[in-house]
């Protein structure tokens, strides 16, 4: 069975004030917190072991998950990310006993399901035109030839990258291998990872989900 990994570490500052005083895992969205969405998508798939990489008021997200393990039937392990240095680096930190592949999901999506998930290593993404801090992915015959992360206005429509990751167990040393003088993403690592000719497909994700990173985000904006 896939093992599974929520980050859930950072900060949320464009969340602020809410993230006063709780991490932004466990803001409410239509009345339940982020990272349940997340829990509730993984036991319905059926996986039971999920690790979780905790920083910000670790304490909360915690309490929050240690009394959620017998309503959903998981096992969860806690990393604590000391210094938030990025994905990448939250990566470096996990176990190299973890399934492989394993699935890697961040904590500020609510995501109401997942697809099926492939035993191959696969980025799932979307066809969109809103790509301003995103993973952008190139795209050949199926497989993903690079990632960048975008920081500025594009035309156009760009496959994007939606953070549900199926990644092989080898993440974990390339993550470990960088050089963490400022923050590094996993998108990075996906990048030098493919160019050195790594395989990693592409699917399509077409689940609900809704991506929260700014109060504006938790106004109904047409999400379906």
Known sequence: MMDAVILAAGKGTRLKPLTDHMPKPLVEVEGKPIIEYAISALA????????VVVHYKKEMIIKLLDAMKKKYGIEVVYVNQE??????????????????????????????????????????GEE????????????????????????EVIQGTRM?????????????????????????TIGVVIDKMVKAGVKIQVKLFTERKRHITSIEDLKDKGYK
């Open 44 to 51: 319905e798939q059926g996986i039971n072991k999920v690790v």
């Open 83 to 124: 210094q938030t240095l990025g994905t990448a680096h939250a990566v470096s930190l996990l176990s190299t006993t973890i399934s492989d592949p394993f699935l890697l999901l961040v904590g500020d999506t609510a995501f109401y399901r997942l697809p099926p998930l492939p035993t191959q290593p696969t980025l799932f």
């Open 128 to 151: 969109t035109e809103d790509t301003m801090n995103k993973g952008i992915l190139e795209v050949k015959n199926g497989y993903i030839t690079g990632m960048v992360y975008n920081r």
């Open 160 to 184: 994007v990258d939606v953070s549900v990751m199926v990644l092989p167990r080898e993440t974990i040393q390339w993550c470990k291998a960088m050089k963490y003088d400022q923050e590094i």
